[in-house]
């Protein structure tokens, strides 16, 4: 059977920083967080109208019943 031999990895010093690291941090490269909801504003007025719809349903049912 073979030994196995430890490999020691070389670590790079993490106290200077690259230099892409230190131009993402100027403001000129700074995205401003737009959010498109209009899937969810079709998707909320969808509920809100079945929602209606089956309570209409359900009220009307109720008074058929009795």
């Given amino acids: 059977m073979s030994k196995k031999t430890k490999r020691q990895s070389r670590s790079t010093s993490s106290?200077?920083?690259?230099?892409?690291?230190?131009?993402?941090?100027?403001p000129s490269q700074v995205e401003t967080f737009n959010p498109?909801?209009?899937y969810v504003k079709k998707d909320l007025r969808r509920i809100g109208t079945l929602a209606g719809i089956f309570l209409t349903i359900l009220v009307m049912l109720a008074f058929f019943l009795r």
């Fill in 15 to 26: 106290s200077t920083p690259a230099p892409s690291q230190a131009r993402a941090s100027s």
């Fill in 36 to 38: 498109d909801y209009t």
